[in-house]
């Protein structure tokens, strides 16, 4: 009898410690499983923040540029050109725009270098520079900035003014620290006068850093690297968006209208249906080879224009605002069309005059999203040639221009590695700038509208 | 100038068409009850009168360049033969005389006279097309407004005026699928005129020689190399994204609070509104020699653009796509199951792993093969960061490429749209066209039957 009371009461002991043995083991899987969970968060989170943290501590920098104020003496020795043409009365625009011609070109033959290493000898530095060290002192661009101020107004020869001269790139570099100072002058970029120069001119205050503002207002240039900037890639992506815009929004709108409200259900709907599905999905990159077969090479549209370019983007668009519109219209109560019908109005009018209306915010924000989307795409603007060198801001949406994906494509791609590392940021930080600013709106303009309707 | 003017013709047509139906109409109303309510006559009438306006005006941009050319024809003498520089330098001149610009220096007898032909004839063609197309307009207007009448079904013409630009709007999307598929099978059926299709699926050899600039077939186009590249970064950038990824979801929708939720959700899904150049140039500038450095740590060599920088990186961009569609169909999962679970003592992560995951399995399955189109079809992050060595090695650390980056060089290159090297673009891109298509096909299909089980 004892035996078997004894032999119960050890196995409910072994059983108690069994499970509370178990217990522990599940409650640790437990932990550990959550911790996992949330290691993976902070894992994405770190991802997020290394990725930004990087791209804003290289890029900023850049946007802060080495100037050299300098007293120019525009030398009527050096610049030897005649008065400025003036289109006489009966003069046909091709005659006066030779005779122009030939002055910019008398203009442009000036050795405008001589005026700037006039000016960098002259700066006060204190130091033996030869002639082709203080160019190297200087950007390349900075001999068009004078001949532009002489060519809008010839009454400067003669005078001495102050000019803002930018520092040319291995000048920033120097100034900024970036180059080793270590380093032979076998192995230096710029020669031994050049950046004593520089370093006495920091210290007299003559070289100073100042916001780059041409970063924005000056295009691409490759002759010029510390003056490139972003003008002509910015109004090329302006260009495709405005015609994304005009184009993707209302047949994207259009579309999802008839296919979510009128379209009967039948076969040829779902065909409709499963293919703009798979159209989202497709790769963007064959858009691109789509544009390059048909655009180019059958309609033989421009290459490198923002036109072709904007099309291919909004094929490339179309299915995303059409199923963010159609489950937009999904959302509206099925009450409202009822009650819409129900009163004797016909299904066009249900849909113009009381769906349409209430979804607005929807395919608002479904457009912007679209549009930004758009605004970063680059495999596609490859294959249509954007990814050519145009040194002018395309006035036309036909001319040739870069955009601003190509463009941060194009820097990383340049020679001058240690400049235009930081300056490929600048423009990252530019262009993720905008789609941050897109974004937003479309985030403001919902809650705006959302609180009105 | 002209266009401006020619816009305000049809603005100006359209508004008188317009305010005629609606006045028609009006009148109109005194006799009988209107079917349809004075707007749609005047919508109705203004249809009629811009359309052959428009239609015209469409003619006209399409021939007017050919008509002109063919006017010029006639206008140069005999002894520049068509054809030569010399010819299109003088039908340049002739245009520029035409437009008032002038050339530079004296313009010889003949030149002046033809150009102030030329610009007569230009007139001419625009005066005709517009006065055709505003004498067309105004009678289609006076026509159709005698026509109107109360019980004419004015709401229906337009209403079925709008449908049929609708339906327009949403073939727009058919076609696009067309275009590709058929241009990509023309180009590609070009490209097997060169290179038999054997070759290019099976070979394994891949060197088109970029630099010969002949038409012919000179160099090898085995795809497997490629097709091994894309496969390994796939799956490298599948390794970092589904783990992270799914356990990222589960947390979220299991775990966190909501307030936190909301704060961390849109956080990490900023990681899939980045641009593909700037996680290339990330990859390129940062993971990239990271990785090499690590690699020098432990003994490995790594080469700083490999299949491993960028898969690494392509599996951060994919980490929000698997986490936010993981998060849609685990809080699909019938809560009954959860708690049922929970209520039979099973802990909260053996919930999780023996009943909602496997619940949520078909979906989850249907959102990897999503992430893997999108992986297979990545280009910018490749480019940049994989290295463009089309060598068949099993190697992750090594350089590498894959169909996208072949398909991008072989496109920026200087070779001629019609040789081989060119035309191979669109092989391969047929060729990940068809794979990202099956892939999503079947993502589409598990996903909706999942839908249908618990709808």
């Not at chain 2, 009850?33 to 239609?55: E, I, K």
Request: with cysteine; net charge positive; aromatic share 8%.
């Amino acid at each position: 009898m004892t035996e078997i009371l004894e032999t119960e009461a050890a196995a409910n002991d072994r059983r108690r410690a069994q499970v509370r043995k178990s217990l522990a083991r599940r409650n640790g899987a437990e932990t550990r499983f959550k911790l996992l969970g949330l290691a993976s968060v902070l894992a994405a989170m770190a991802f997020v923040a290394v990725l930004f943290g990087n791209i804003l501590m290289k890029g900023v920098p850049a946007f802060w540029q080495y100037n050299l104020d300098a007293e120019v003496f525009f030398d009527p020795a050096v610049i030897n050109v005649p008065e400025r043409p003036v289109q006489q009365p009966g003069q046909s625009a091709a005659d006066f725009q030779a005779e122009m011609l030939a002055w910019q070109r008398r203009l442009a033959l000036v050795n405008w270098n001589r005026l700037i290493t006039a000016s960098v000898q002259g700066a006060g530095a204190g130091v033996e520079i030869d002639d082709r060290s203080a160019v190297s002192v200087i950007d390349s661009g900075a001999r068009f900035v004078l001949r532009d101020m002489v060519a809008a107004d010839p009454a400067l020869i003669g005078q001495t003014r102050t000019v803002r001269l930018l520092l040319s790139a291995d000048g920033d570099n120097w100034a900024k620290g970036k180059l080793s100072r270590d380093l032979p002058d076998s192995r230096q970029q710029l020669s031994r006068p050049a950046r004593d120069t520089i370093d006495a001119l920091i210290a007299s205050g003559a070289v100073h850093r100042s916001f780059a503002w041409h970063i924005f207002t000056n295009v691409d240039s490759r002759a010029s690297p510390a003056s490139a900037g972003l003008a002509g890639a910015f109004m090329g992506s302006f260009y495709m968006m405005l015609v994304v815009i005009l184009l993707a929004v209302p047949v994207g709108v259009a579309s999802a209208l008839y296919l979510e409200e009128f379209a009967p259900k039948n076969r040829i709907t779902d065909l409709i249906e499963v293919n703009i599905n798979n159209l989202a999905a497709v790769p963007s990159i064959v858009f691109g080879l789509l544009g390059a077969a048909v655009f180019i090479n059958i309609f033989h549209l421009p290459l490198s224009a923002p036109l072709v370019g904007g099309l291919v983007l909004t094929l490339m668009t179309l299915p995303t605002i059409i199923i963010a519109t159609r489950s937009a219209l999904r959302a509206v109560p099925p009450s409202l069309r009822q009650a819409a019908l129900g009163i004797g109005a016909s299904k066009m009018q249900m849909v113009f005059h009381h769906v349409l209306p209430v979804t607005f915010p929807g395919i608002l924000t479904a457009s912007i999203i679209g549009v930004a989307q758009a605004l970063g795409e680059t495999a596609p603007l490859l294959l249509i040639g954007m990814n050519a060198f145009v040194a002018n801001i395309p006035a036309t949406p036909l001319d040739q221009s870069a955009a601003l994906p190509v463009q941060v494509y194009l820097w990383q791609g340049n020679e001058n590695r240690n400049f235009f590392e930081e300056r490929t940021f600048a423009a990252i930080i530019v262009l993720l700038g905008l789609m941050i600013l897109l974004n937003a709106l479309a985030i403001w303009l919902r809650t705006r509208l959302e609180r009105k309707a | 100038m002209t266009s401006l003017l020619i816009a305000a013709l049809v603005l100006a047509l359209m508004a008188v068409a317009y305010q005629q139906g609606v006045s028609r109409s009006k009148a109109l109303a005194g006799v009988g009850r209107l079917h349809s309510r004075p707007q749609y006559h005047g919508a109705l009438l203004a249809l009629w009168a811009t359309l052959p306006l428009l239609l015209i005006l469409f003619l006209w941009l399409v021939t007017s360049g050919t008509l002109q050319d063919w006017y010029i024809a006639g206008q140069i003498p005999a002894e520049i033969a068509p054809g030569t520089s010399e010819y299109a330098g003088a039908a340049a001149r002739l245009r520029n005389i035409a437009s008032g610009f002038g050339v530079a220096g004296e313009a010889q007898a003949w030149e002046t006279a033809a150009g102030v032909n030329l610009a007569r004839f230009n007139t001419t063609l625009l005066m005709a097309a517009v006065g055709l197309g505003a004498i067309l307009g105004v009678a289609a207007l006076v026509l159709m407004r005698g026509r109107l009448s109360a019980r004419m079904r004015a709401r229906n013409h337009v209403e079925a005026a709008i449908k049929a630009l609708l339906i327009f709007c949403s073939v727009v999307a058919i076609l696009t699928t067309l275009g590709i598929v058929v241009s990509l099978v023309a180009e590609t059926l070009r490209f097997f005129t060169f290179v038999s299709p054997v070759d290019f699926f099976f070979g394994t050899v891949w060197n088109p020689g970029y630099s010969t600039t002949s038409n012919d077939a000179s160099g090898s186009y085995g795809m497997l190399p490629l097709l091994l590249g894309t496969v390994m970064i796939s799956v490298i950038a599948m390794a970092v994204a589904l783990p992270v990824g799914l356990m990222s979801a589960i947390w979220l929708t299991q775990y966190a609070n909501p307030r936190l939720r909301n704060v961390i959700k849109p956080v990490i899904e900023v990681l899939a509104g980045i641009p593909t150049i700037v996680y290339g140039f990330f990859a390129l500038v940062t993971v990239g020699p990271a990785l090499s450095g690590l690699g020098d740590l432990v003994g490995l060599r790594v080469n700083a653009t490999s299949a491993l920088t960028a898969g690494i990186v392509m599996g951060i961009m994919i980490i929000p796509f698997i986490s936010s569609l993981s998060d849609d169909i685990i809080r699909q999962v019938p809560r009954a199951m959860r708690d049922g679970s929970l209520g039979l003592g099973a802990t909260k992560s053996e919930t999780i792993r023996m009943v909602i995951v496997p619940a949520a399995l078909p979906g989850i399955v249907g959102a990897i093969l999503l992430a893997v189109s999108r992986a297979i079809g990545e280009t910018m992050i490749v480019v940049l960061a994989a290295g463009n060595a089309p060598i068949l090695r099993f190697n992750p650390a090594e350089p590498t490429s894959t169909f996208t980056v072949t398909i991008v060089t072989a496109l920026t290159g200087d070779a001629d749209f019609a040789s081989p090297q060119s035309l191979v673009a669109f092989a391969l891109g047929l060729t990940l066209f068809v794979i990202t298509l099956m892939l999503n096909i079947g993502a589409l299909a598990i996903v909706r039957k999942y839908r249908e089980q618990y709808e």
